[in-house]
C-alpha cells in the first residue's frame, strides 16, 4: 500500500513540519494577498418562496472581478471542467472535486498561471477503514516553485471521530498521510449534517454542521480537531438560528454572524461582562429599513425571516456579508456603512454558493467597496457619514433610495403644473347594458370596448376620436389602459397622434411587495405632447406613471417613467404615517384626480385614501360627519368644484334629493374641516324622470351620485340601480339621461379627455 499510516510520533512530527511550513506562507503579520475577485457556480433563480432543487448538478464556475481593473479570469483550461465542484481558494490556488461515474478526483489550479494538477483522493474504504470523506481544502503553498507544489487536507468521519488524510503533491507526484483518528472529538450526531464546505478563519478551518450549535475546527498549524460553541443567546430553548464563523473585516480576528430578526449580530472572541461562552457582541446593526427597501423581499418580518439567511462572511475580508432566500435571489450587504447591494445576475441566473475569494500573494492597498444594480431597482448610495448613530440611520435610509425617490419627486412635480387650462373635448367610457330596473350593475360585467363621446359644442368637429388603433382593444380597461385577462399590461396611447406603448407592471408580487390594486397617470413630457406626429427622441411618449399597492398594512407607491420604450420602476418606501387597518378588497380602484392628488374611495367608510402627486407621500381624508352620523352613511364623491378655482370638494346625494357639496374651509359651521358650499334641491327634477320610483326612501335606495365631472363641466353624474344613467348641471339645472344609440348606457366610471396643447 503506497499510503503511510503514520504513527502518533511521527504524526506529531509531521504537524511540526507542517506548522513551520503553513505560517511561513499565511502568517498573520505578513500583508495580505491582493484580491481578485470571486469564484462561484452560477445558479438558476428559484420560484419565490422555493429552495429550488437542492440535487441540481452544479454549473460551470464562473469568475466575478472585484474592480473593471482587476483581470478577468477563466477556469477554460481545466479538462472536463463542467464535472467539478470548487471546493476550496487559498493562496492563488483553487481546490476542485470530482465526484461522478467517472470517479472521484480532486484537482488544484492556478487561474493565473493556468497551470493545473489532477490527484486521486486518499485510499481510504468508508467505514470500514479510514473514514469516509466528506471534504477537502489547501494546506500551504511553497513559494517560488516553477511547478504545483502544495499541501492539502481531507477531512473523513472515521467511526466516531473525525480523521485527517494529508496530501503532499510535488510536480504531479501526490503522496498521502494518514493521522489518527481524534481522541478528543466524537462524532455523536448524523455526519449528514456535516457542512461539505470548509470555512478558513483565524489560522482554523471550520465546517458547520446543520441544526447544531458548535461547529467542527481543525487547526490548519497543529490539525487537532475541537468544536467552537456558538453563543447561548442564538440557541436557546425556543430558537436556533444559521450562524456563520468567519474573519472579522478589520484586524482578522476570529468572529461569528448570524441574521436576526431584529438585526445583524457580529460576535467576537472575548470574556468579561457580557461574555457568552466566551463570544462578546462586537457590533448589532439593525437592517429592518434596508431590507423593507429591497421591493421582492416579503414585507412581513417573521415570513422574511423565515425565507432568509446569513450564508457566509466574506473571506476575502471586504467588510461584506452574502445572505441567500429562498428565491428571492443572493445579496451582499457591507458592514460599514450599513448598504445593501443584490449579486449581479446574469442570464437570469444568481451567485452560488460558496463565494471563494481569489487572490495573488500580496495585498498593498486597501480596495474600494464594489457597487451593484439590481434587474429592476436602482438605489444609489451616497458617500458615507461619519460614524455616528443618528447620521448611520440616515445613510440607511438613503442607501434604500431615499434620495432618489425625493429628486423623482421634485421632477414631477415641475412637470404636474400647467401653463393653462387644456381643452376638453369629450369623455371615453365603456358601454355597459342596462340592468333590470331595481337591480344594480353586476360588478363582473365583462367591459365593452371603450367609446368616446364628444362635447355637444364640438360634435361637428373632425375629431371623432377612437381607440381603434390599440391591439387587442377588447382585453383592456380603461385604467390607463389595464390588460383585464393577464393583469399583467399596461397600455398607454394619445388618441390624437394615435401612438401607443405598451409597458409590464412592476416586478412585484403579493407576497412580497403588496398587491397592486390602482394606477394612474403622473405627467407627461412636455416636449412630447408637443409634436403629435414627430419620430425620433421629440416625439416619442415620454410619461410618468405610479402604482399603489397595499402592503402588510401599508400603502406603497411604484413610480414610473417611459422614455421612448423603455421604462424604469422606482420603489418608494412603504408609508409610515398611514396604516391599513381595513380589509383591502373595500379600496375601489380607480382614482379620483382632484386639486393636485389622487383618492380612492373605501366602500363604507368615512375616509378616503390620497396620495399627494407632487410629493408622493400618502394621507388620509375624512368626509364631514353629517354624512356619517350614528345612523346614516351615505356614499360620498371627492372632486373639484367647478369653475377656474378647481378647489377640493366632497358631494353626496341626500335624501329626499338634495346634494350637498362641501369644500374645505373652517370657521362657523365647520365639520372637520369642511364646510357647506351649496345645496341643490332636486326633488322636482327627479319627479320629472317618469321612469324613476315615486316613492322618496325607495328612490333614494336605488339612486346615487356617482361622480363629480372631472373635465370640470359644472356636471355631476348620477347612477341607478337599472333606471339608467344620468348627468345633472349645476347651474342650469339641466338632467340628461347617458344613453348610448344602442340602447346601452354610460358605463363607470366617465373619463374626462383634454387636448394634450392648449388649442385643442
Not at 469516509?132 to 466516531?160: H, K, N, W, Y
Request: aromatic content about 8%.
Amino acid at each position: 500500500m503506497a499510503t503511510t499510516v503514520a504513527t502518533r510520533g511521527a504524526a506529531l512530527a509531521f504537524r511540526r513540519r507542517l506548522s513551520l511550513r503553513h505560517f511561513s506562507h499565511s502568517s498573520a503579520s505578513a500583508s495580505l494577498p491582493l484580491l481578485l475577485g470571486h469564484f462561484h457556480h452560477p445558479r438558476p433563480v428559484p420560484p419565490r418562496g422555493s429552495p429550488g432543487d437542492l440535487n441540481m448538478a452544479p454549473n460551470v464556475p464562473a469568475f466575478q472581478p472585484l474592480t473593471p481593473s482587476s483581470p478577468r479570469l477563466s477556469l477554460d483550461f481545466v479538462p472536463d471542467l463542467s464535472r467539478f465542484t470548487i471546493l476550496d481558494s487559498h493562496l492563488g490556488l483553487l481546490l476542485l472535486r470530482r465526484h461522478d461515474d467517472h470517479g472521484d478526483a480532486f484537482l488544484a489550479c492556478d487561474p493565473v498561471s493556468r497551470r493545473h494538477a489532477l490527484f486521486h483522493p486518499p485510499p481510504t474504504m468508508g467505514r470500514y477503514s479510514g473514514g469516509t470523506v466528506f471534504s477537502a481544502a489547501l494546506l500551504s503553498r511553497e513559494a517560488g516553485a516553477g511547478g504545483l507544489r502544495f499541501e492539502a487536507v481531507c477531512v473523513a468521519v472515521d467511526v466516531d471521530a473525525p480523521r485527517a488524510w494529508v496530501a503532499t503533491c510535488r510536480d504531479g507526484d501526490c503522496r498521502w498521510r494518514a493521522l489518527p483518528r481524534s481522541r478528543d472529538v466524537a462524532i455523536e450526531f448524523d455526519p449528514y449534517w456535516l457542512e461539505s464546505h470548509r470555512v478558513r478563519a483565524a489560522g482554523s478551518l471550520y465546517w458547520h454542521i446543520c441544526n447544531n450549535p458548535c461547529a467542527l475546527a481543525l487547526d490548519a498549524a497543529t490539525l487537532q480537531f475541537s468544536f467552537l460553541r456558538a453563543p447561548a443567546a442564538m440557541w436557546d430553548s425556543t430558537t436556533h438560528h444559521k450562524y456563520r464563523v468567519g474573519e472579522s473585516p478589520v484586524d482578522g480576528r476570529l468572529c461569528l454572524a448570524s441574521l436576526e430578526r431584529d438585526g445583524f449580530q457580529l460576535w467576537v472572541r472575548g470574556s468579561g461582562e457580557g461574555s457568552d461562552h466566551g463570544w462578546v457582541l462586537e457590533r448589532h446593526v439593525r437592517m429592518q429599513e434596508v431590507l423593507d427597501a429591497v421591493p421582492w423581499l416579503p414585507r412581513d418580518i417573521l415570513i422574511r425571516h423565515a425565507h432568509m439567511w446569513l450564508s457566509d462572511i466574506d473571506a476575502g475580508r471586504t467588510g461584506k456579508v452574502f445572505i441567500a432566500s429562498f428565491g428571492y435571489g443572493r445579496f451582499s450587504t457591507t458592514l460599514t456603512p450599513a448598504s445593501w447591494s443584490a449579486c449581479r445576475r446574469t442570464m437570469a441566473c444568481s451567485m452560488g454558493t460558496p463565494s471563494s475569494p481569489t487572490s495573488r500573494l500580496r495585498r498593498s492597498t486597501v480596495l474600494p467597496e464594489f457597487q451593484r444594480k439590481s434587474d429592476t431597482y436602482t438605489a444609489p448610495t451616497p458617500s458615507p457619514p461619519p460614524p455616528t448613530p443618528a447620521m448611520a440611520a440616515t445613510a440607511t435610509a438613503t442607501a434604500t433610495g431615499r434620495r432618489a425617490a425625493l429628486t423623482f419627486r421634485r421632477l414631477l412635480s415641475s412637470h404636474s403644473a400647467a401653463p393653462a387650462p387644456l381643452p376638453l373635448l369629450g369623455h371615453f367610457h365603456h358601454p355597459a347594458p342596462v340592468p333590470p330596473r331595481g337591480c344594480p350593475p353586476r360588478p363582473h360585467t365583462t367591459l365593452t370596448v371603450p367609446a368616446f363621446q364628444p362635447l355637444a359644442a364640438s360634435s361637428t368637429s373632425p375629431r371623432r376620436l377612437s381607440l381603434d388603433f390599440v391591439p387587442d382593444l377588447s382585453h383592456f380597461t380603461i385604467l390607463l389602459l389595464r390588460h383585464r385577462e393577464r393583469h399583467d399590461a399596461f397600455l398607454v396611447c394619445d388618441p390624437v397622434s394615435r401612438r401607443h406603448a405598451l409597458f409590464h407592471l412592476p416586478p412585484v408580487d403579493e407576497y412580497s411587495s403588496g398587491g397592486i390594486f390602482s394606477a394612474a397617470l403622473l405627467s407627461r413630457d412636455d416636449a412630447a405632447a408637443g409634436d403629435p406626429g414627430g419620430d425620433g427622441d421629440g416625439g416619442g411618449l415620454r410619461f410618468g406613471a405610479v402604482c399603489v399597492a397595499v402592503n402588510l398594512g401599508r400603502p406603497c407607491a411604484w413610480v414610473g417613467t417611459y422614455r421612448d420604450g423603455e421604462c424604469l420602476w422606482i420603489s418608494l418606501p412603504r408609508s409610515r404615517e398611514v396604516a391599513i387597518e381595513f380589509d383591502p378588497d373595500l379600496l375601489e380602484c380607480l382614482a379620483v384626480r382632484a386639486a393636485g392628488s389622487l383618492y380612492w374611495h373605501i366602500r363604507n367608510n368615512s375616509w378616503t385614501l390620497a396620495l399627494d402627486t407632487a410629493t408622493l407621500q400618502f394621507s388620509f381624508l375624512r368626509a364631514p360627519a353629517a354624512m356619517w352620523d350614528s345612523t346614516t352613511h351615505h356614499r360620498y364623491r371627492v372632486g373639484e368644484m367647478p369653475g377656474a378655482g378647481g378647489r377640493l370638494c366632497v358631494a353626496s346625494l341626500e335624501p329626499p334629493g338634495l346634494l350637498e357639496l362641501w369644500v374645505l374651509g373652517s370657521g362657523e359651521g365647520s365639520d372637520h374641516g369642511w364646510v357647506m358650499e351649496r345645496r341643490v334641491r332636486m326633488l322636482e327634477v327627479l319627479d320629472a324622470v317618469p321612469w324613476l320610483p315615486r316613492n322618496v326612501l325607495l328612490r333614494h335606495l336605488v339612486l346615487w351620485l356617482s361622480d363629480i365631472d372631472a373635465g370640470r363641466t359644472g356636471k355631476v353624474f348620477i347612477a341607478t340601480a337599472g333606471f339608467g344613467r344620468f348627468s345633472y348641471h349645476l347651474d342650469t339645472g339641466e338632467m340628461e339621461c347617458l344613453a348610448t344609440e344602442d340602447g346601452m348606457e354610460y358605463g363607470q366610471p366617465i373619463f374626462p379627455y383634454f387636448s394634450a396643447t392648449a388649442d385643442g
